[in-house]
């Protein structure tokens, strides 16, 4: 019998403890997670059309649980100037995240997972008694900060601020709406993921964000003034804060993804940015591909994780180079606010470097035709 510990109660940590325990019931595998049961920060998470795909050919029970949870919606809407640019075929689904936790924790506890909440496990020391120790514990995973030297460790931060809300208005698409105000430019991602509430995600600059004072204001004041910048968007609703702060993106990596018994997975080995909406399916594909890896090589742990990296990392590092160019687009679109409504779509959705003019057209005909007879043309 194999004793497993998972630090960390989020998609990640419950979907590996949910999976090993219904394939190997005679582990023992438990969860430490250090807030309480139900509780959790943020409002949505974004999935795209095909990131269920993946997990239906492993865990079709699992992948038919959350899709029926799901708001779903085949076009998305860019906002500029006030006008509306639609790209149709871009299909997206979106649960709540508190939902979400709540179907992965009623799995593991179904499946007979020992589940710790409300513990904070201060040292790696704490759980040295176990087999293997999967580190599902964040961008402040505790066992990567213990042994970065090992992982060999990158973090660095975008310079853009961004701030997550929730909001009661009800949006019918995943919609980009770009402003420009007396402070500077910014940006809201928005969708609904419930039938009564909607992720607001505000980004901006740093210079407009100086500008509009957010350095300074209490979070009411911060609030406030996003609900003022964004008030046409939102439409008479309010903001709904949950540990709604300014934060810089962090980029995580790891070149090694395991030392001694320890194994990394999601945002503890890498970060992709929200933009691409990727975190927890990547999260969640970690958690096959190291079962795999484990199942594969059941007597000799090195090798199996050294199986995991060697087969998954290839494709993390594909989707990560996506999400950066993704970033980078963000990062200047205050230099695109002069573009067209219909120019700045056709830059945003090809921004990450993946979809060129033949896979649009394919993709979202409808607005190719659109934009074809409003294509700039370069001069004879």
Same mark, same amino acid.
Request: hydrophobic share 40%; with cysteine; glycine share 8%.
């Given at each position: 019998?194999?004793?497993?510990?998972?630090?960390?109660? =989020?998609?990640? =940590?419950?979907?590996?403890?949910?999976?090993?325990?219904?394939?190997?019931?005679?582990?023992?595998?438990?969860?430490?997670?250090?807030?309480?049961?139900?509780?959790?920060?943020?409002?949505?998470?974004?999935?795209?059309?095909?990131?269920?795909?993946?997990?239906?050919?492993?865990?079709?029970?699992?992948?038919?649980?959350?899709?029926?949870?799901?708001?779903?919606?085949?076009?998305?809407?860019?906002?500029?100037?006030?006008?509306?640019?639609?790209?149709?075929?871009?299909?997206?689904?979106?649960?709540?995240?508190?939902?979400?936790?709540?179907?992965?924790?009623?799995?593991?506890?179904?499946?007979?997972?020992?589940?710790?909440?409300?513990?904070?496990?201060?040292?790696?020391?704490?759980?040295?008694?176990?087999?293997?120790?999967?580190?599902?514990?964040?961008?402040?995973?505790?066992?990567?900060?213990?042994?970065?030297?090992?992982?060999?460790?990158?973090?660095?931060?975008?310079?853009?601020?961004?701030?997550?809300?929730?909001?009661?208005?009800?949006?019918?698409?995943?919609?980009?709406?770009?402003?420009?105000?007396?402070?500077?430019?910014?940006?809201?991602?928005?969708?609904?993921?419930?039938?009564?509430?909607?992720?607001?995600?505000?980004?901006?600059?740093?210079?407009?964000?100086?500008?509009?004072?957010?350095?300074?204001?209490?979070?009411?004041?911060?609030?406030?003034?996003?609900?003022?910048?964004?008030?046409?968007?939102?439409?008479?609703?309010?903001?709904?804060?949950?540990?709604?702060?300014?934060?810089?993106?962090?980029?995580?990596?790891?070149?090694?993804?395991?030392?001694?018994?320890?194994?990394?997975?999601?945002?503890?080995?890498?970060?992709?940015?929200?933009?691409?909406?990727?975190?927890?399916?990547?999260?969640?594909?970690?958690?096959?591909?190291?079962?795999?890896?484990?199942?594969?090589?059941?007597?000799?742990?090195?090798?199996?994780?050294?199986?995991?990296?060697?087969?998954?990392?290839?494709?993390?590092?594909?989707?990560?180079?996506?999400?950066?160019?993704?970033?980078?687009?963000?990062?200047?679109?205050?230099?695109?606010?002069?573009?067209?409504?219909?120019?700045?779509?056709?830059?945003?959705?090809?921004?990450?470097?993946?979809?060129?003019?033949?896979?649009?057209?394919?993709?979202?005909?409808?607005?190719?035709?659109?934009?074809?007879?409003?294509?700039?043309?370069?001069?004879?």
């Amino acid at each position: 019998m194999k004793r497993i510990a998972v630090l960390g109660g =989020g998609p990640g =940590g419950l979907y590996f403890a949910y999976l090993w325990k219904t394939r190997h019931p005679e582990d023992f595998v438990q969860v430490f997670e250090r807030n309480a049961e139900g509780a959790t920060f943020g409002f949505g998470v974004v999935f795209s059309a095909r990131a269920m795909d993946f997990l239906r050919a492993d865990d079709p029970d699992t992948a038919d649980e959350i899709t029926s949870r799901m708001e779903t919606w085949s076009d998305m809407t860019l906002v500029h100037r006030g006008e509306s640019a639609t790209l149709d075929g871009v299909d997206f689904s979106a649960i709540g995240r508190l939902d979400l936790l709540i179907l992965l924790t009623d799995r593991a506890r179904s499946a007979g997972v020992e589940l710790t909440f409300g513990t904070l496990i201060r040292s790696v020391e704490e759980v040295a008694g176990f087999d293997v120790i999967v580190a599902a514990d964040g961008v402040n995973s505790l066992v990567r900060r213990s042994f970065e030297g090992d992982f060999q460790t990158s973090i660095s931060y975008l310079d853009e601020k961004f701030a997550w809300f929730g909001t009661t208005k009800r949006f019918e698409t995943l919609t980009q709406t770009f402003v420009e105000t007396d402070f500077g430019t910014f940006n809201a991602h928005h969708y609904r993921y419930s039938q009564t509430m909607s992720t607001f995600i505000v980004e901006c600059d740093r210079a407009s964000w100086l500008k509009a004072g957010f350095d300074h204001l209490d979070p009411e004041g911060m609030k406030a003034r996003c609900e003022t910048i964004f008030a046409e968007t939102l439409d008479g609703h309010g903001l709904v804060a949950n540990k709604s702060s300014w934060r810089n993106f962090p980029w995580v990596w790891n070149e090694r993804w395991s030392h001694r018994n320890m194994v990394l997975i999601g945002d503890a080995l890498h970060t992709a940015h929200y933009s691409i909406g990727s975190g927890t399916r990547l999260a969640l594909e970690d958690v096959l591909a190291l079962v795999k890896s484990l199942e594969t090589h059941p007597n000799d742990l090195r090798d199996a994780l050294e199986h995991y990296q060697a087969t998954r990392q290839p494709v993390v590092q594909k989707l990560v180079r996506a999400a950066r160019e993704s970033a980078s687009w963000y990062a200047d679109f205050p230099r695109h606010m002069h573009l067209t409504p219909m120019e700045l779509a056709y830059s945003y959705i090809t921004r990450s470097g993946r979809i060129d003019d033949e896979r649009l057209r394919s993709m979202s005909p409808g607005f190719m035709t659109r934009y074809d007879a409003v294509r700039p043309r370069p001069a004879a």
